[in-house]
RNA sequence: GUGACUGUAGCUCAGUGGUAGAGCCCCGGAUUGUGGUUCCGGUUGUCGCGGGUUCGAUCCCCGUCAGUCACCCCA
């Protein structure tokens, strides 16, 4: 352990246990979202630097993994998806019929130290619609992850939605003689006005001309705060989804692009912690691609969501049985007379061809030992092929069954001892 | 980038100023063809790395690297 090499700081083996639980968040991330109808897509891992710039300013290399190419590029590792799923779809706009439903699940990278769900590497979930300007578009994104979240095995104890809007903020911010300039900095402080002390938030406020009090009672008023939370509420009611969704205009979200209405995905009593965000942001296609495009889309990262799993009791259960499910093989060839080893082998295959999961042993073990290996890698049936082959023995290790057949019969007794279970 | 805590077998951790243990895991076995229990046996460590104090350090001190957590940030 302390010779030999070691992962970089920040990023993570995964070994087969650790592989089935991240694809089965990818599962689960690509059917919720092929039940919307969204269709997968991919960028490249590596992009222009400027690409991050041009969105997040110039400071943002200081998190990205880039360096310069053998061309003399400016290249990072990216850091987030959104910018170039702006430029694939101003590239190509014309070619896809409005609106576009695309996810994508992909790795990303961002130069920062790591802590409890963060590291300098991680999965996410992309999912965006674009060139649909209606809140219906935002309503259905915030239900994917409604679904998504019901799909991992949580309830509305477990986690809510918080929904706000941007545009609420700088309405707001508009009538109380805030010039447009400072808007930014204003939703600044709205930002990390739960973070921040009374008195400091108070002070930044001070020369916006807004008083703390008036900010509270505007948010203790969300629900009636912008016509867009209002529609999305109605949207989500219909869908018997309003349990799951709490206006909450403390949420802003720390970025510039968006536009529009933001949410965020939020645990209960597990720290509350973010585990996906997203929001509305209907300038940044035009700022990358040049051409205007409205757009709405979140994002989930697989460290935050994978350590409430964990945590919490029915989608931990859910997770396991995933894992377990994945790792096993159906039937396990019993190779009990090493005489008989080239028919197993014939039996192994045609069990492969129809479909079943087959294991056997590569060496000559003890029937006891064998019967454990099934065992052990989750075979649900044993097939013995020993001495008095062309007979065999076939048994479902469950309910511990057992019946012999001539072998030219085994697929037919196998569905038979299969189905009683 | 800042701070706190931690760093001993593959894993979870004991331990003592005189060169180390337990449990789990893994491997083998329990009168030669039937499995989750049980029993027996076995392997493994430059005690994170470098330096210092000391007759001597895994244990004390400094540094470093790594980990954990918090802050910052969070696309």
Same mark, same amino acid.
């Given at each position: 352990?302390?010779?030999? $090499?070691?992962?970089?700081?920040?990023?993570?083996?995964?070994?087969?246990?650790?592989?089935?639980?991240?694809?089965?968040?990818?599962?689960?991330?690509?059917?919720?979202?092929?039940?919307?109808?969204?269709?997968?897509?991919?960028?490249?891992?590596?992009?222009?630097?400027? !690409?991050?710039?041009?969105?997040?300013?110039?400071?943002?290399?200081?998190?990205?993994?880039?360096?310069?190419?053998?061309?003399?590029?400016?290249?990072?590792?990216?850091?987030?998806?959104?910018?170039?799923?702006? &430029?694939?779809?101003?590239?190509?706009? &014309?070619? /896809?019929?409005?609106?576009?439903?695309?996810?994508?699940?992909?790795?990303?990278?961002? %130069?920062?130290?790591?802590?409890?769900?963060?590291?300098?590497?991680?999965?996410? /979930?992309?999912? *965006?619609?674009?060139? +649909?300007?209606?809140?219906?578009?935002?309503?259905?994104?915030?239900?994917?992850?409604?679904?998504?979240?019901? *799909?991992?095995?949580?309830?509305?104890?477990?986690?809510?939605?918080?929904?706000?809007?941007?545009?609420?903020?700088?309405?707001?911010? #508009?009538?109380?003689?805030?010039?447009?300039?400072?808007? #930014?900095?204003?939703?600044?402080?709205? *930002?990390?006005?739960?973070?921040?002390?009374?008195?400091?938030?108070?002070?930044?406020?001070?020369?916006?001309?807004?008083?703390?009090?008036?900010?509270?009672?505007?948010?203790?008023?969300?629900? =009636?705060?912008?016509?867009?939370?209002?529609?999305?509420?109605?949207? !989500?009611?219909?869908?018997?989804?309003?349990?799951?969704? +709490?206006?909450?205009?403390?949420?802003?979200?720390?970025?510039?692009? %968006?536009?529009?209405?933001?949410?965020?995905?939020? *645990?209960?009593?597990?720290?509350?912690?973010?585990?996906?965000?997203?929001?509305?942001?209907?300038? @940044?296609?035009?700022?990358?691609?040049?051409?205007?495009?409205?757009?709405?889309?979140?994002?989930?990262?697989?460290?935050?969501?994978?350590?409430?799993?964990?945590? #919490?009791?029915?989608?931990?259960?859910?997770? =396991?049985?995933?894992?377990?499910?994945?790792?096993?093989?159906?039937? $396990?060839?019993?190779?009990?007379?090493?005489?008989? &080893?080239?028919?197993?082998?014939?039996?192994?295959?045609?069990?492969?061809?129809?479909?079943?999961?087959?294991?056997?042993?590569?060496?000559?073990?003890?029937?006891?030992?064998?019967?454990?290996?099934?065992?052990?890698?989750?075979?649900?049936?044993?097939?013995?092929?020993?001495?008095?082959?062309?007979?065999?023995?076939?048994?479902?290790?469950?309910?511990? !069954?057992?019946?012999?057949?001539? /072998?030219?019969?085994?697929?037919?007794?196998?569905?038979?001892?299969? @189905?009683?279970?």
């Amino acid at each position: 352990m302390a010779k030999g $090499f070691q992962t970089l700081p920040g990023f993570r083996d995964f070994y087969p246990d650790d592989c089935a639980a991240r694809n089965y968040v990818f599962e689960k991330w690509r059917t919720v979202a092929q039940r919307y109808g969204f269709v997968e897509y991919e960028g490249p891992v590596l992009e222009p630097t400027d !690409l991050y710039k041009k969105k997040s300013g110039d400071e943002i290399v200081h998190q990205l993994f880039c360096f310069t190419d053998k061309g003399e590029r400016d290249v990072s590792m990216r850091p987030e998806l959104t910018p170039t799923l702006a &430029r694939m779809a101003a590239a190509r706009q &014309r070619d /896809f019929k409005k609106p576009l439903k695309w996810f994508s699940i992909g790795q990303f990278f961002r %130069y920062e130290k790591q802590q409890k769900g963060r590291g300098r590497e991680f999965y996410q /979930f992309n999912c *965006d619609i674009l060139g +649909e300007p209606s809140p219906a578009a935002d309503a259905e994104l915030v239900a994917l992850s409604i679904d998504l979240m019901r *799909d991992l095995g949580f309830t509305a104890n477990d986690f809510k939605i918080r929904l706000s809007d941007r545009n609420a903020w700088t309405d707001f911010a #508009t009538r109380s003689g805030v010039p447009t300039e400072k808007l #930014t900095e204003f939703l600044q402080v709205i *930002d990390k006005l739960e973070r921040e002390s009374d008195d400091k938030t108070a002070a930044k406020l001070e020369p916006l001309g807004i008083s703390l009090e008036s900010i509270r009672d505007f948010i203790a008023n969300g629900e =009636s705060a912008s016509e867009v939370i209002t529609t999305i509420l109605a949207d !989500l009611g219909a869908r018997g989804m309003a349990d799951f969704v +709490e206006v909450d205009l403390n949420i802003v979200r720390g970025l510039a692009y %968006y536009t529009g209405a933001v949410f965020e995905v939020f *645990d209960i009593g597990k720290g509350m912690r973010a585990v996906a965000g997203g929001g509305r942001y209907d300038e @940044l296609v035009n700022l990358i691609g040049n051409v205007d495009m409205p757009a709405a889309g979140f994002a989930m990262g697989d460290m935050v969501i994978t350590d409430l799993i964990r945590e #919490t009791e029915a989608p931990n259960a859910r997770l =396991s049985a995933g894992m377990a499910g994945a790792q096993s093989v159906d039937i $396990f060839v019993v190779v009990a007379d090493e005489e008989k &080893r080239s028919q197993s082998l014939e039996i192994v295959q045609q069990l492969r061809k129809s479909g079943y999961r087959v294991a056997y042993p590569y060496s000559a073990a003890k029937v006891g030992k064998q019967f454990q290996a099934a065992e052990q890698q989750g075979a649900q049936i044993a097939i013995v092929v020993g001495s008095e082959f062309p007979i065999v023995t076939i048994k479902n290790l469950e309910i511990r !069954l057992e019946t012999t057949c001539r /072998f030219e019969d085994f697929e037919e007794e196998l569905m038979k001892l299969l @189905l009683p279970g």
